[in-house]
């Protein structure tokens, strides 16, 4: 895999994490960007900000991009990352649509 397939956002989206840089990550994401994890949906910066404190890099979270796929939506990938850390360790997809050179929507669930 190159990182020439992988969006400049998700690359932005694993190495702001994976060096704790919360505004990196935070800007990131567009002003309207949603993220869901396992059903529970957080909006905007603020939304975004609270789930990266209690979930991400407030769990000194670390990814390492697995695989990633491309979809029907050219706008949309879904990339597995190995997940570890102080929260949840494992390798699963999220699902990542971009805007540009920013995260719009993400999905932590697994894919159909």
Request: charged letters at 25%; a negative charge; zero cysteines.
């Amino acid at each position: 895999m190159t990182d020439d397939h992988v969006p400049a956002a998700l690359r932005a989206f694993i190495d702001s994490t994976n060096r704790g840089d919360t505004e990196a990550f935070l800007d990131g994401f567009t002003d309207d960007a949603s993220l869901d994890d396992w059903g529970r949906v957080f909006h905007g910066r603020d939304g975004i900000a609270s789930w990266n404190e209690t979930d991400n890099i407030g769990k000194r979270a670390h990814f390492e991009l697995v695989g990633i796929e491309a979809t029907d939506a050219a706008d949309t990938v879904i990339a597995t990352l190995a997940v570890s850390g102080g929260g949840y360790n494992g390798t699963g997809p999220i699902t990542f649509t971009v805007a540009g050179d920013k995260l719009r929507r993400v999905v932590i669930a697994p894919t159909d």
